[in-house]
């Protein structure tokens, strides 16, 4: 088997074991990108230099036999939303175009003390507003199952990126879905920690309240290892919380004797992709032989979760956005009479036509004589929601659903109906809105041969719970070990 092909784990104990050298394995893997990248468009930015200098750098500590860290010698890639120092960060807009960091965000700090390669910055939905990665202000991502599909998003780069072979690891941000989505299009494990979990400390805001950096990984085991290498209280974040973390990979193997699973009927609905249900259902009977129990399950106001995030979401987008305005950093326009006309060319200009509609939604949202009606009344459906979740968890364990009610969609069939695109995360928001823990698994393929992914929520801070719930279903079954099949293919 292809060393590309190997699980992060795998390559860190050939790495450690001197099997294989880290300079070498980041070789191969910039090889493969530079032969199958132009066909997936996964990156914006590529980082060669940097990371085979990383890579010598741990080849010398391990030659030296010298500690070093968790993620030793694994090849990563970050979602262009979050900085990192001397490395272009642009969100995929073209405001940000020519941006370098005077700092790195707290997740890619922890990775650089990890000994993490980071191999480039990934492409995404502008802003990681959107859930197909076709609003990036440079290029479309394809998925590397069927490249006239999207990967999803908005952290589609970094699903097509671990999918395609590119990294082992990856990190996206989930503010509405964008971790567990993608993973469920690109076949892929994508974890969105409970809010506060992992900092935001160095992501560029979209939506404050929401946001949260998350994993792609090839298998949950990779999952635990990295959301332990980046979760923690960090004083730069006023939103983290000084929860201990556990090692997550502890106890993975403990099984599901006796767990009970919620089945939430508003996700089995209408408007749910008969092939997807039929996924999520075979994957229940699995947990039903390894002695689960099915607790049925009403969450009431799953209805509005769309309609709530979709004001919430573009109001705190509205007020972080307003820092653009070609005065103290990012595009400037090159023509203008006076300031006002400055800023308004400049924010035409910078910004493409979803974050400039997110933007007007917002603002018309907290505006005045509106704000009561729209942005005050989501906020307290957003508190139904949560206790939703509440009520649900002093029955169950856990609750399983769906990621995404669809497969992988043709590149450009949403792209002209916005709120058939805002549906796409229809299963994913509410979790967002309650701030609790979600992680998407492969759990089947459709007919045309496409990725189907299975979501496992759980309460606050019980990600250790989480991952083990997965990897009882993981260990039964082999769709993580599926692999697209690129033309041309060695890998």
């Not at 370098?100 to 922890?110: G, K, L, Q, S, T």
């Not at 000084?242 to 090692?247: D, H, L, R």
Request: a positive charge.
């Amino acid at each position: 088997m292809s060393l590309l092909r190997h699980t992060a784990l795998q390559i860190k104990e050939k790495i450690i074991s001197r099997e294989i050298q880290a300079t070498k394995l980041v070789g191969q893997v910039f090889e493969w990108i530079k032969y199958i990248e132009p066909k997936i468009q996964a990156f914006i930015t590529l980082n060669e230099k940097g990371a085979l200098e990383k890579a010598a750098e741990i080849d010398k500590k391990i030659e030296n036999r010298q500690k070093v860290g968790l993620l030793a010698g694994i090849p990563i890639a970050v979602k262009d939303n979050i900085c990192t120092k001397s490395l272009n960060t642009t969100c995929a807009s073209k405001i940000l175009q020519n941006f370098i960091p005077p700092y790195d965000a707290f997740v890619v700090n922890r990775l650089k003390e990890e000994d993490a390669i980071i191999i480039g910055k990934t492409n995404l939905d502008e802003f990681a507003m959107g859930s197909s990665t076709e609003n990036s202000g440079y290029k479309i991502t394809r998925n590397p199952w069927n490249q006239n599909c999207v990967p999803g998003g908005s952290s589609g780069g970094s699903a097509a990126a671990v999918a395609a072979n590119f990294a082992f690891l990856a990190l996206g941000s989930d503010t509405g879905g964008s971790v567990r989505q993608p993973a469920a299009l690109c076949g892929v494990v994508g974890v969105k920690p409970t809010y506060g979990r992992v900092s935001r400390y160095g992501l560029i805001a979209f939506g404050s309240s929401l946001d949260q950096i998350g994993t792609f990984t090839r298998d949950v085991k990779d999952a635990a290892l990295l959301l332990h290498a980046i979760a923690g209280y960090d004083s730069y974040d006023s939103t983290s919380t000084q929860v201990s973390v556990p090692e997550y990979s502890d106890g993975i193997e403990g099984g599901t004797g006796g767990l009970r699973i919620g089945i939430p009927k508003e996700y089995f609905a209408e408007g749910l992709n008969t092939e997807v249900r039929d996924a999520v259902k075979s994957a229940l009977k699995i947990y039903e032989r390894l002695g689960a129990k099915f607790v049925e399950l009403s969450l009431p106001h799953t209805e509005y979760a769309v309609a709530v995030y979709y004001i919430i979401a573009n109001a705190e987008a509205s007020s972080n956005l307003a820092r653009y305005d070609g005065v103290k950093y990012g595009y400037r326009t090159g023509e203008s009479r006076g300031i006002i006309d400055m800023y308004c060319r400049t924010r035409s200009e910078g910004f493409g036509n979803e974050v400039k509609r997110r933007i007007m939604l917002g603002n018309y949202a907290l505006s005045s004589g509106y704000y009561d009606a729209y942005y005050l009344k989501a906020s307290k459906v957003r508190t139904l929601i949560k206790s939703d979740f509440d009520a649900a968890f002093e029955k169950v364990d856990c609750i399983i659903c769906p990621t995404s009610p669809v497969p992988a969609f043709k590149i450009g069939e949403r792209a002209n109906n916005p709120l058939e695109m805002y549906l796409s995360d229809i299963y994913t928001i509410p979790a967002n809105l309650a701030g609790i823990p979600g992680i998407s698994i492969p759990c089947g393929f459709s007919k045309a041969g496409l990725p189907i992914g299975m979501q496992i929520l759980t309460r606050h801070f019980e990600e250790k719970k989480m991952l083990q719930i997965a990897y009882a279903f993981e260990r039964e079954t082999d769709f993580h070990l599926k692999k697209p099949v690129l033309k041309g293919s060695t890998v």
